[in-house]
């Protein structure tokens, strides 16, 4: 063995027998406790399975009698803190006593690729029916607690490559014991676990045993670890659907499947025993075939980000849009023609490899297609990413924030979420709550003044009225009216006015809100970037255009302020330039941006936060009084632009 997850802690027999008795008592008290609070380990309905139920006033750093918070195991005042848990690829590295070889630990069990369907535990057991964390020795029942507060284990069989684990003699049968209390079960060793010469995880015995199933009688399998878990893996997870739509069985269509019922009910009886799930696509003339692609989409790349790669069965889509969402995601894509005198079935493996059948759409194509070997995209995520990236409404985002805002906030997790197209506004949230820490839920949040005002501006405020954090996601939760959306958008530009936000903050939120308002967003925090010299030179260049205008010089200056976008296609016989911009939305930018005129004429631009000041914007706020003018300047003339733009 290269390196093995073993601890030295040998007991007498006699002191083992009297250990093990004892400990399968207090095992058992848990587990009727864990049916008490969590039910027959499927969960309650107010609450997601596996997740930690709320106990009234316990806050960090209490003591409870087993209850877990903030990444901490709670146990008689003892506390394993988080740094001891360390989220890795296909699950979690818990440090051991030996902290000189941590290091190399982590290092080693970072290279295993996530495995669908199971969440690995890198742990030392002990031969004495315990695992060690840290310094302190864990029990069954207070390793299944650990276990349950961390994300991405809900569900998951539970593999531990962990010496001694699974022996079931006196003084052992730990993993027998977590198998009752973890309703999947799952894989463990009796003997000592390490890696060969090849880097596979392996028994010293070269014997796993299989506890998945709960109390089912273990098994002894054979192989690496890897090929192990494949071998036992059951079906793929099925992701979070797009919203508004359900998994029926093992299959979610997408489309207008209302006219062919009984092709969908043969889809689902095919799917019932696969391991893929199938997405069924038929994008009929009756439904949005816009929204239909992007929910599946949406499907592909959450499956994509836990490593699955569904079977995507499809009746009738858009061929050029399909092929793209292919070659992004690699499901596996079955398509049947009917033309001509025999059927073809078309099935293109994960790999782009396409397979022809010359068969009707049967039973044994899903089983064929189901066998396929998946191929990495480059789409997958931690787990603990990839469950805050599925959740489809901002209040669910916030309260997922809060509860795992150590594993979301760890060295290196804010990285994974660059180049995703929806990642900005939770790389917002990261920084903000890395730089001032996660905003107190009991405090008071902003609320507009009533009624909305589309002629005045929402009333003045100081930055800390309300938390930055909680302003985010109630600012992105939908709003249903142009009214309703106002004193947001009011508020939004005053923040970059009052240091509070960056400009391409303030224009990638309100993006999420009107494309049109974000237009004028970008382009007032791109002035208010501009270093002295910069803003001189962009206003003499307009002032060539407007002193020698020619038939160009309104488009021109339109361009070099960042507002050529609002410009909409031209309806003939009338006069003035066409404007994407709502007009009620038109009258508040001059209010709005009136203000910012006067505070930069007047040199009162207030004090930058502390987490801006290494960006542009610490430029426009180091300035000395009476450096602003060209600034206030192009505000100005943005007013005037936008008032000869008719919407």
Sequence with gaps: MVGSFGVDDHRTVSAARHLDEAERLVDDAYALKDRALFG???????????????????????????????????????????????????????????????????EAAGRLPSQPGWAVFFVHGTDGSRVRVGNQLLSAAQFQELVRSRPGTAGKKLALVSCFTGGQGIGQGFMERLGALWEPGGLAAATAVGQDAQGRWVPEDGQWIDFTGGTVTPRVVGGDLVSTLKALAGPD???????????????????????????????????????????????????????????????????????????????????????????????????????????????????????????????SVFEQADQLPGVPTGHELPAVLNDWLSL?????????????????????????????????????????????????????????????????????????????????????????????????????????????????????????IDDANAVVFEAVGKVLELVPGQAEQLTE??????????????????????????????????????????PQDKAAWIYRMTEVHELLKNNEMPQLSERLKNTPLAALYQQQDGSREHHAYLVNLMIERLSLCYG
């Design 237 to 363: 997870p099925l992701v979070t659907p797009p919203s508004g739509l359900q998994w029926q069985g093992r299959v979610l269509a997408l489309g207008g499947w209302a006219a062919y019922p009984s092709r969908l009910e043969e889809l689902r009886d095919w799917a019932t025993g696969m391991k893929r799930p199938v997405v069924a696509v038929y994008a009929s003339s009756s439904v949005d075939r816009n929204r239909l692609m992007a929910d599946l989409e949406t499907t592909l790349k959450r499956s994509a980000r836990i490593g699955v790669h569904p079977v995507v069965y499809v009746m009738a889509a858009p061929a050029d849009e399909l092929e793209t969402l292919r070659q992004l995601y690699r499901p596996v894509v079955v398509r049947h023609d009917s033309a001509g005198k025999d059927g073809v079935t078309r099935v293109w493996a994960p790999d782009g490899e396409q397979i022809l059948l010359e068969a009707e759409l049967t039973r």
């Design 40 to 106: 027959e380990f499927a969960g309650s309905t107010d609450r997601l399975p596996g997740e930690p139920m709320e106990f009234g006033g316990l806050r960090d750093g209490t003591a409870d009698d087993g209850f877990l918070v903030s990444g901490s195991v709670l146990r008689n005042g003892k506390v394993w803190p988080a740094e001891n848990v360390v989220r890795v690829p296909s699950g979690y590295y818990l440090r051991g006593p030996d902290d000189a070889a941590a290091a190399r630990e982590l």
């Design 392 to 512: 489809d409404d901002w209040p669910a985002s916030e309260a997922y924030l809060r509860a795992h805002v150590d594993e979301l906030t760890a060295p290196g997790l804010r990285r994974r979420l660059a180049g995703l197209p929806e990642a900005a506004p939770y790389e917002l949230l990261l920084d903000l709550v890395k730089s001032a820490g996660l905003s107190d839920p009991t405090a008071a949040r902003y609320v507009p003044a009533q009624p909305f005002s589309l002629t005045n501006l929402e009333p003045d405020f100081e930055p800390a009225d309300a938390p930055l954090d909680a302003f985010v996601v109630d600012l992105l939760t939908p709003k249903t009216s142009l009214e309703e959306r106002k004193p947001w958008l009011d508020r939004l530009l005053r923040l970059i006015s009052k240091g509070q936000l960056a400009p391409g903050e303030m224009a990638m939120l309100a993006a999420t």
């Design 541 to 582: 260049r307009i002032a060539e255009q407007i002193t020698a205008p020619t038939r160009e010089s309104p488009r021109i200056v339109d361009q070099l302020l960042g507002l050529s976008r609002l410009r909409a296609t031209a309806t003939p016989g009338t006069s003035g330039t066409p404007c994407r911009l709502d």
